[in-house]
């Protein structure tokens, strides 16, 4: 079974930046979709930026312009660079892939804490 694991979330103040990051536990596995999700205390769970093995992105309209999605050379790892952070980020974030079969996969989540 594999699995996704992320790194890089912890607390930063407003204005600041992070990275995430999201690598599957198999080298063979190569999803046509990566995406970071994320969850806010009693919120429910958004997309907050996809990219596709052919490198298109897609973001949610409240990310635009400060995070950055990429994927790495091996193209089982995700990033999601943060910048401008606010607050209203503070969530955990989930990295999601989907394989050519459909199958979905889920990280366990890293905490982002934004302070003001």
């Known amino acids: 079974q594999v699995q996704l694991v992320e790194s890089g979330g912890g607390l930063v103040q407003a204005g600041g930046s992070l990275r995430l990051s999201c690598a599957a536990s198999?080298?063979?596995?190569?999803?046509?979709?990566m995406d970071w999700y994320r969850q806010a205390p009693g919120k429910r769970r958004e997309l907050v930026a996809q990219?596709?093995?052919?490198?298109?992105?897609n973001y949610a309209d409240s990310v635009k312009g400060r995070f950055t999605i990429s994927r790495g050379n091996a193209k089982n790892t995700v990033y999601l660079q943060m910048n401008s952070l606010k607050p209203e980020d503070t969530a955990v974030y989930y990295c999601?892939?989907?394989?050519?079969?459909?199958?979905?996969?889920w990280g366990q989540g890293t905490q982002v804490t934004v302070s003001s």
């Open positions: 990219i596709t093995s052919g490198s298109r992105t």
């Open positions: 198999s080298s063979s596995f190569s999803p046509n979709t």
């Open positions: 999601h892939a989907i394989n050519t079969y459909g199958n979905n996969y």
